[in-house]
């Protein structure tokens, strides 16, 4: 081929045919040009492809990140509600000997962050399109999830404790550490205000973090999904990456008026009227503007939560009763 263009240029020269020559010259230059021009197009076109391509794979570590914290963040949730159910019966003496070692245990919510820290580190070549998941991603590794490393290492601190006092101060700390059965062991648990002081310690920083995880876990879901849209739904969305009740006909029973029954009378003269909205659970008061209610997040079950409260819903004998767990008590409602 450049054999081919020399042999016309010399063709030209001979026969004198400068000014044709020239404007061939011309033209072969910008033939030149446009084939840099295009090649150049084409290879940015396949970095930018390439670019995106390993920005989606990233997002899809990050998806994967956030349904394992998800999973942690239920069994943070979990610990709570059964040790919860724990120190109410300990507070009315009917724990058994073994019961009351649960406060020497813990769990922490260990955030993943493989996913983002990549991300981080290939900020510069994100498109454009992603730049909103991304300001959403540091808001929740940053702003979010900043306290629950705090929380994380409270909770743990205050189960060490609780154990170094016992090796420190009681004879029987051999039989409690072999889980023998000693006279000494129940008394202690009974009446010991140590005791009784460590598991209040105890609650209020398993409440502290459960909060947190709660919140943590709220925001992650909306992370996963919003993460989802932008990759087009590839796969399906796994079955506990949710806060809301699949079950529509169950949602529907849910709803309606409520009146207090029983427990804290803050609100005994309101009544509770709960509502379906979005595939949501909402509540609010007989007086409040539906703008005003405030969703419920569903757990399992007929379990359901809100930062710090517990709410779980009973169906039996034809009536349905939704018992609020308050940490500073309880209140029951009756469905009308």
Not at 9 to 17: T, Y
Not at 18 to 42: C, F, P, R
Not at 209 to 215: K, P, Q
Request: glycine letters at 4%.
């Amino acid at each position: 081929m450049i054999k081919f263009f020399r042999n016309i240029r010399k063709k030209m020269v001979e026969d004198g045919k400068t000014a044709n020559y020239l404007k061939y010259g011309i033209g072969e230059i910008v033939l030149v040009v446009i084939g840099i021009l295009l090649a150049l197009q084409i290879n940015n076109w396949n970095e930018k492809q390439k670019n995106e391509e390993k920005i989606l794979t990233i997002l899809e570590d990050i998806q994967k990140d956030l349904s394992e914290d998800i999973v942690s963040a239920n069994l943070v949730f979990d610990k709570y509600v059964r040790n919860d159910s724990l120190k109410k019966i300990f507070l009315t003496d009917k724990l058994t000997f073994r019961d009351h070692y649960f406060i020497y245990y813990y769990a922490n919510l260990i955030i993943h962050k493989n996913g983002y820290l990549n991300l981080i580190q290939n900020s510069n070549s994100i498109p454009k399109k992603y730049a909103g998941i991304f300001k959403d991603l540091n808001n929740l590794y940053i702003n979010i999830a900043q306290d629950i490393p705090v929380f994380n290492e409270r909770i743990r601190t205050t189960v060490y404790n609780g154990v170094d006092y016992l090796a420190k101060n009681k004879d029987w700390f051999i039989d409690w550490n072999s889980g023998n059965e000693n006279p000494a062991i129940e008394q202690f648990y009974l009446s010991d205000m140590n005791y009784k002081n460590q598991l209040v310690s105890y609650m209020n920083d398993l409440l502290n973090l459960c909060s947190d995880a709660n919140t943590y876990k709220v925001n992650a879901i909306d992370m996963y999904q919003k993460i989802d849209t932008l990759l087009g739904n590839k796969t399906p969305v796994p079955k506990h990456v949710t806060y809301h009740l699949a079950d529509s006909t169950l949602l529907k029973q849910l709803a309606g008026h409520y009146k207090w029954q029983d427990g804290l009378t803050d609100e005994k003269e309101q009544t509770m009227v709960l509502k379906v909205k979005d595939g949501g659970l909402f509540y609010g008061y007989a007086i409040d503007k539906e703008s005003d209610y405030t969703e419920l997040y569903w757990y399992k079950d007929k379990t359901f939560f809100l930062d710090r409260m517990v709410l779980d819903f009973n169906m039996e004998q034809g009536n349905t009763t939704l018992t609020f767990k308050l940490h500073r008590g309880f209140q029951k409602w009756l469905k009308q």
